[in-house]
């Protein structure tokens, strides 16, 4: 995949990306898949994204201020619960 090719992605002018494109960028990027397709706001059954890429696929207009909000109280419940989010990532959950 060339540069070209990741900068249009970037940009969302691919209405529709190959799922073995995103496979491969989720690969490189040490991303979960089920994360990449909820970005590109494709659905993979029987694996669901964390919860950040899904508020961003499922709430698109809901304002960054709220996101972020969610996303504390999220972090905030699961340290209250002692509750290890499988596959977390390094910095999930914060805001880019």
Same mark, same amino acid.
């Given at each position: 995949?060339?540069?070209? %090719?990741? /900068? =249009?992605?970037?940009?969302?002018?691919?209405?529709?990306? #190959?799922?073995?494109?995103?496979? =491969?960028?989720?690969? /490189?990027?040490?991303?979960?898949?089920?994360? /990449? +397709?909820?970005?590109?706001?494709? /659905?993979?059954?029987?694996?669901?994204?964390? +919860?950040?890429?899904?508020?961003?696929?499922?709430?698109?207009?809901?304002?960054?201020?709220?996101?972020?909000?969610?996303?504390?109280?999220?972090? #905030?419940? %699961? #340290?209250?619960?002692?509750?290890?989010?499988?596959?977390?990532?390094?910095?999930?959950?914060?805001?880019?």
């Amino acid at each position: 995949m060339n540069d070209a %090719t990741i /900068v =249009r992605l970037e940009q969302g002018l691919f209405a529709a990306p #190959r799922p073995d494109k995103l496979s =491969r960028i989720a690969e /490189v990027l040490g991303l979960s898949l089920a994360d /990449v +397709f909820a970005f590109a706001e494709y /659905v993979v059954p029987g694996d669901l994204p964390s +919860f950040h890429p899904y508020l961003l696929s499922k709430y698109p207009d809901m304002p960054q201020g709220a996101i972020d909000d969610l996303l504390k109280e999220f972090d #905030r419940i %699961t #340290r209250e619960y002692d509750y290890a989010l499988e596959g977390a990532q390094e910095g999930e959950g914060k805001s880019p």
